[in-house]
C-alpha cells in the first residue's frame, strides 16, 4: 500500500518544479566598440535571452545591413520580429519597457 501511495505521489508532482523555462525569445543588441558609451541596459528584461555584440566581431555581410549603431533587435527563434536602431546620433533612444512589452506579447 506504501508503495501505492508513493507511485501516485511521484505521478501527480509537478515535474516542473527547480526546472527554469529556457526561452526561444531573444533580445540582441549590436553596437561599436567606439560606441559603448551609448549602450541600452537590458539586463532588466525578464522572459528571454539577453545577448550583445560587437560591429566589429560581426560577418561582412551583418556589417552591411548595420547602418547606424546601436541596434537591437527581438527574436522569436531565428525569426527577427522587432527592430530598433540609432539614428545620426548614435544614441537609441528607446525604453526598456517598450522592449518588454513586445517580449511579453510573444
Known sequence: MRTL???AFL???PTSLGKV?????TVLQINAHWNKNNDID????RG????YGLLER???QLKK???YVPVVVVYKGNKPIRQWSADLSFKLN???NEIQQVVDKL
Open 65 to 67: 545591413q548595420i547602418h
Open 11 to 13: 505521478l501527480f508532482t
Open 94 to 96: 528607446i525604453d526598456i
Open 42 to 45: 537590458l539586463n532588466g528584461l
Open 48 to 51: 528571454c535571452k539577453v545577448q
Open 5 to 7: 501511495i508513493a507511485l
Open 58 to 60: 560581426q560577418s561582412e
Open 21 to 25: 523555462e529556457v526561452s526561444d525569445i
